[in-house]
T-cell receptor, first 115, second 115 residues
Framework: GAGVSQTPSNKVTEKGKYVELRCDPI?????LYWYRQSLGQGPEFLIY????????DSGLPNDRFFAVRPEGSVSTLKIQRTERGDSAVYLC?????????????FGPGTRLTVL | AQSVTQLDSQVPVFEEAPVELRCNYS??????LFWYVQYPNQGLQLLLK??????LVKGINGFEAEFNKSQTSFHLRKPSVHISDTAEYFC?????????????FGQGTRLTINP
């Protein structure tokens, strides 16, 4: 079946603009994660959804970042008033939610460049 | 809090030579341990994982890793590398907390295979 998809693959924007990044998880996966990977670094956790609700948003760097998952499937990461420091690859992952370990499957990422 | 240290940012080796990528972690409680691979312009792919049981785990593409609790290490090894193994490798830890399995990644090791 289809894996996790993310759109757009690349996004170039100007400082101060608003951007939306989309994630389509694997069908049936109730858990969804967003991570951010800055240049030369490993991915860092941003937010976790279980179904429609954000169960853990402790990794969001500040209130310019917000994410939604209104129907428990597709998720959108929203960044207001973008800054050059927001430039990174934004990764989405989804998993099942059975008890115990569930493998996270990653999308290819969206490369965001803020000029 | 958990953390992961990958001791080498870059590892160059010759084709068909053995390789070891080092990973140490810090955690006060039991964790799951992972190695992910990221090929150029692709998403993260799970190589192998340690959840419990045997400390020697085997993964895809001939890779294996050994969990050493006393040394808090999870080094990745391959006895003979191929050109196609050129990629970025990430060590990660996670715990299951209230259904969430946040991954904490190291900074990555770039493996370069020379002919």
């Amino acid at each position: 079946g289809a894996g996790v998809s993310q759109t757009p693959s690349n996004k170039v924007t100007e400082k101060g603009k608003y951007v939306e990044l989309r994630c389509d998880p694997i069908s049936g996966h109730t858990a969804l994660y967003w991570y951010r990977q800055s240049l030369g670094q490993g991915p860092e956790f941003l937010i976790y959804f279980q179904g429609t609700g954000a169960a853990d948003d402790s990794g969001l760097p500040n209130d310019r970042f917000f994410a939604v998952r209104p129907e428990g499937s597709v998720s959108t990461l929203k960044i207001q008033r973008t800054e050059r420091g927001d430039s990174a690859v934004y990764l989405c992952a989804s998993s099942g939610s059975s008890g115990g370990y569930n493998e996270q499957f990653f999308g290819p990422g969206t490369r965001l460049t803020v000029l | 809090a958990q953390s992961v240290t990958q001791l080498d940012s870059q590892v160059p080796v010759f084709e068909e030579a053995p390789v070891e990528l080092r990973c140490n972690y810090s955690s006060s409680v039991s964790v799951y341990l992972f190695w992910y691979v990221q090929y150029p312009n692709q998403g993260l792919q799970l190589l192998l994982k340690y959840l419990s049981g045997s400390t020697l785990v085997k993964g895809i593409n001939g890779f294996e890793a050994e969990f050493n609790k006393s040394q808090t290490s999870f080094h990745l090894r391959k006895p003979s590398v191929h050109i196609s193994d050129t990629a970025e490798y990430f060590c990660a830890v996670s715990r299951l907390i209230q259904g969430a399995q946040k991954l904490v990644f190291g900074q990555g090791t770039r493996l370069t295979i020379n002919p």
